[in-house]
């Protein structure tokens, strides 16, 4: 019986609305991380090597032990860093930018002045006030 409570839960759990949106968000970034990478290896990257004389930052390293033998060389790869380093400003800038026009286009929603609304309907007292006032005026 607890086990179907546990099952219950987690169906409650993986069902909210905030859970649904976090994982189609994790989806789409995943998405959109792809994007940006490949934006960043594809094309901004081979126009900077271009502008530095062709280097392909990936394969910058040092090598701090020569390999000897069978025993490969131990490399300090920080053109890999340099890479994802570039990858990372460039999605925070992308995401900046988004949010920015977001934020933008609710500023304006808010910004627009609202329809003026209609008056609200006379209460039972005023419209009996004003079938008296008009009796009045007939009478005179």
Do not use: W
């Amino acid at each position: 019986m607890a086990k179907s409570t546990f099952v219950q839960d987690f169906k409650a759990f993986a069902m909210r609305g905030n859970v649904l949106d976090m994982a189609v968000g994790v989806i789409i970034g995943g998405a959109f991380g792809k994007i940006v990478s490949s934006l960043v290896a594809d094309i901004i990257m081979p126009l900077i090597g271009c502008v530095v004389g062709g280097v392909d930052f990936t394969k910058l390293s040092v090598t701090l032990k020569e390999a000897v033998g069978e025993e490969p060389a131990v490399l300090f790869n920080y053109g890999n860093f340099l890479q994802n380093l570039f990858d990372f400003i460039i999605i925070a800038f992308s995401i900046f930018i988004f949010i920015r026009l977001i934020s933008r286009f609710h500023r304006k929603q808010e910004e627009k002045p609202a329809e003026p609304a209609a008056p609200p309907a006379p209460s039972k007292e005023e419209q009996l006030l004003t079938e008296i006032r008009d009796l009045l005026k007939e009478k005179k």
